[in-house]
């Protein structure tokens, strides 16, 4: 039986697309570096709120969000981004829990999407990765795919309550295969990544915005 909720994801994601493209120009790049098929672990930068949104207008496959636990005390929040795929996981500590259910759903072969910054940018910067998406990855035999979203931040940054309009870019960036996963050193992977999401932030940078 399929699930009604890839019936559902599909209309969130193509207002999202109107939306986000009609009011921020958003484009995505390289999204053939995504595979077609398969478990996917998917590592962003985090810039903004709408981060997880920008992430689905530049994805063609839906994907499973781990989102901080605290989103999920508002009742109709939760059922709302349950009903998109999002679990939760705990900031504070290693979540356990978290990081079982993330394997089991690439196991099935979903894509999940996790920020490990661990918190939005303060300055539009790619911080230090944190939270161990290598091990993840090499647990439940699956890639490695960075995900780099740059303009959200002059978007919407923190102690902004409202948005502004800005030119927003999505793109994806070469992955790090199961095997590497597997076979490498994570603290050495993990700067691997970090770096390759520099990279593809300032390959971004150099793209003309155009005017939204």
């Not at 109709?76 to 900031?91: D, E, G, T």
Request: hydrophobic share 50%; aromatic share 8%.
């Amino acid at each position: 039986m399929t699930d009604w909720r890839l019936y559902w994801y599909a209309v969130c994601q193509q207002v999202a697309r109107v939306l986000f493209v009609t009011f921020f120009g958003v484009r995505a790049h390289h999204r053939e570096r995504l595979p077609a098929a398969g478990g996917v672990l998917v590592v962003s930068n985090h810039q903004s709120y709408l981060d997880p949104v920008l992430v689905a207008v530049g994805m063609q496959r839906p994907f499973h969000p781990m989102a901080r636990e605290s989103l999920f005390r508002f009742l109709p929040f939760a059922l709302l981004i349950r009903s998109l795929y999002a679990f939760p996981v705990r900031r504070s500590a290693a979540d356990l829990a978290a990081i079982r259910e993330a394997m089991r759903r690439l196991k099935g072969g979903a894509v999940v999407l996790m920020f490990p910054e661990g918190t939005r940018t303060r300055d539009g910067s790619i911080a230090r990765l944190h939270g161990g998406p290598i091990t993840i990855a090499a647990r439940a035999g699956v890639p490695v795919v960075p995900a780099v979203i740059d303009g959200a931040f002059e978007a919407w940054p923190r102690g902004r309550l409202l948005l502004r309009p800005h030119p927003i870019r999505v793109a994806f960036g070469p992955q790090i295969s199961a095997e590497e996963a597997a076979a490498g050193d994570p603290d050495v992977l993990i700067d691997v990544l970090w770096r390759r999401m520099r990279d593809l932030q300032a390959e971004l940078r150099r793209l003309p915005r155009g005017i939204v």
